[in-house]
């Protein structure tokens, strides 16, 4: 089956790869600013990158942008306007779209909230990560629980409708009390879309190489079972492993994600994945390094890949199947190009053992496919 771009939902994803300090359980791509943070400098390499990926979407349209980092609510409200603009105008935005930044409490106030808005910005994703100065002290973050009580109180004042709070579980020595009582105050601002995922060591990171002590297994389990419970009691759908929103109001473009659409990665360590007009899919990593991406002359690619069919059947899996209800069959073969008869025994196999729902014509994975995800997913490394 040869694809057919014009058929998948296109996201723009722009990286902003400055903080004010790294956090030790960080390993998105984030460095230290500089003290001295030229915008202008990074605008017009952002625009210089877009414009050369241009080429690769002629004729389609945005549906969904994201503005992430690092910290981008480190940049001024007009040169976020100003990337906005100028890349509507590159690549033509839906009259609908989508387009969230991610903000930092710490960094922001009502004026400067209200200005992202009057930019263009519709959606705001503040990392809250908990509201317990000490956690938040264990976390490394730059701001207190007052910071934090400000930013979101800000962001409703500016009058933003959709706003997603991220709120982290299983942090260092925390008690099922704690994380409880961090959630139910999270839940008391009633905002549109919560995000609250359970904090890992990850590779690359202080806290792998010096492990704090975390929650037990059991405990996890036990905080995750009764957050879900006040999540749902509060009219909050979990769609995704730890997306939770009010109807309505689930992010579009992390569903674009999850369901395979194609997204355009600018900024530095940003990653691709697009659908071109032959047919074929190919991802591409952006150079790492700000001031490597700054200083690259054209391409501002580091690599290129073209994924098997066995990497994108996979990669599919990865998404789809963190969606709670799952994704109908066909947009196997829609997203990938490829018959769904290479997943027909592996579906079977994971019906047999209670991990997908036994639906002829969807993908949708049990409870039990939900809490055994790695075990779900190990049915789909085909090769």
């Known amino acids: 089956m040869t694809l057919s771009p014009e058929d998948i939902p296109l996201s723009l994803y722009i990286h902003i790869p400055w903080c004010v300090r790294k956090c030790p359980y960080c390993d998105f ?8 943070l030229d915008e202008t400098r990074y605008y017009n390499t952002l625009i210089a990158d877009l414009t050369e990926d241009s080429a690769l979407v002629t004729g389609r349209t ?10 981008p609510s480190l940049y001024s409200a007009r040169t976020i306007g100003q ?22 409490p710490g960094t922001v106030d009502t004026q400067r909230f209200a200005d992202y808005r009057a930019a263009g910005v519709n959606r705001l994703s503040i990392g809250v990560q908990s509201l317990n100065d000490t956690k938040l002290r264990a976390l490394g973050r730059i701001h207190g629980r007052k910071e934090a009580q400000t930013a979101i109180q800000a962001a409703q004042q500016a009058n933003f409708n959709h706003i997603n709070l991220d709120l982290m579980y299983g942090l260092p020595n925390q008690t099922l009390s704690e994380a409880m009582l961090d959630l139910s105050e999270l839940l008391s601002y009633q905002t549109s879309h919560i ?26 389990f036990e905080i995750m079972q009764a957050g879900q419970a006040q999540l749902t009691k509060h009219n909050y759908q979990q769609y995704e492993v730890s997306a939770y929103s009010q109807p309505g109001h689930t ?39 700000p001031e490597q991406y700054q200083q690259q002359a054209t391409p501002y690619i580091r690599e290129e890949q073209t994924p098997t069919p066995e990497r994108l059947t996979l990669e599919f899996m990865l998404n789809a199947l963190r969606l709670t209800h799952g994704v109908p069959l066909t947009l196997f073969t829609e997203r990938t190009g490829l018959s769904r008869n290479r997943i027909q ?24 496919g939900h809490l055994f995800l790695n075990d779900l997913l190990a049915h789909f490394h085909i090769g």
């Not at 969904?64 to 910290?71: D, H």
């Not at 995000?195 to 996890?220: A, G, I």
């Not at 196999?349 to 997908?356: E, P």
């Open 195 to 220: 995000s609250w995922y359970q904090l890992t060591l990850e590779p690359n990171t202080l806290f792998y190489r010096q492990p704090p002590t975390l929650p037990d297994e059991d405990q996890l």
């Open 62 to 71: 945005i549906q969904t942008v994201f503005i992430g980092g690092g910290t």
């Open 251 to 289: 992010c579009r473009h992390n569903l674009n994600y999850w369901q395979f659409g194609d997204y355009l990665g600018i900024g530095a360590g940003a990653h691709s994945k697009l659908t071109l007009q032959s047919g074929q899919i190919i991802r591409r990593h952006k150079h790492r390094h």
């Open 345 to 368: 025994q592996p579906i079977q196999d994971a019906v047999a053992q209670g991990l997908l729902e036994s639906q002829t014509n969807y993908l949708q994975p049990t409870r039990r």
């Open 83 to 104: 990337i906005l603009h100028q890349a509507s105008k590159i690549i033509s935005f839906a009259a609908d779209a989508e387009i969230t930044l991610e903000a930092n």
């Open 29 to 36: 791509n984030s460095h230290t600013a500089p003290t001295n």
